[in-house]
Nanobody, 129 residues
Framework: EVQLVESGGDLVQAGGSLRLSCAASGLTLDDYAIGWFRQVPGKGREKVSCINNSNRSTYYINSVKGRFTISSDSAKNTVYLQMNSLKPEDTADYYC??????????????????????WGKGTLVAVSS
C-alpha cells in the first residue's frame, strides 16, 4: 500500500521558518516526482513546488521563489519543503502528492505535473502576523 505522510506543520510568527516532510512508503521516490500543494479552507488547491527525483530538478510558484526550497533524501524516502521568511498568506494545509514528472513551460515559466497518483492527508501551517 502506498502512503505519503506529511509532517512539520505548526504555528509560527511571520518571518519564521518551518520544514515540512513528506515520508513515502510503498513506493521508491527515485521513480517519481513529488509535488507540494496548499489549500486554504473554502479555496482551491494551489501548487507550490515540485521535484523530479530522477534528476533533482526543482520548480516553484513565483510567490515562494527565494523563500522555499524543496529537496529529497532517497535514503529516507522523504521529500522536504524548507520554508523561510514565512508570511501570513502562506497559511494553509500543505499536501504532498506523487506524480510521474514535473516540468516547466519556458515561455510562461509556469510548471506542470504529469498525473497525480497518491496524496497525503496534509499538515497545517499557520503564520501569525
Amino acid at each position: 500500500e502506498v502512503q505519503l505522510v506529511e509532517s512539520g506543520g505548526d504555528l509560527v510568527q511571520a518571518g519564521g521558518s518551518l520544514r515540512l516532510s513528506c515520508a513515502a512508503s510503498g513506493l521508491t521516490l527515485d521513480d517519481y516526482a513529488i509535488g507540494w500543494f496548499r489549500q486554504v479552507p473554502g479555496k482551491g488547491r494551489e501548487k507550490v513546488s515540485c521535484i523530479n527525483n530522477s534528476n533533482r530538478s526543482t520548480y516553484y510558484i513565483n510567490s515562494v521563489k527565494g523563500r522555499f526550497t524543496i529537496s529529497s533524501d532517497s535514503a529516507k524516502n522523504t521529500v522536504y519543503l524548507q520554508m523561510n521568511s514565512l508570511k501570513p498568506e502562506d497559511t494553509a494545509d500543505y499536501y504532498c502528492a506523487s506524480t510521474r514528472k514535473c516540468w516547466s513551460d519556458s515561455a510562461s515559466g509556469e510548471y506542470f505535473h504529469y498525473g497525480l497518483d497518491y496524496w497525503g492527508k496534509g499538515t497545517l501551517v499557520a503564520v501569525s502576523s
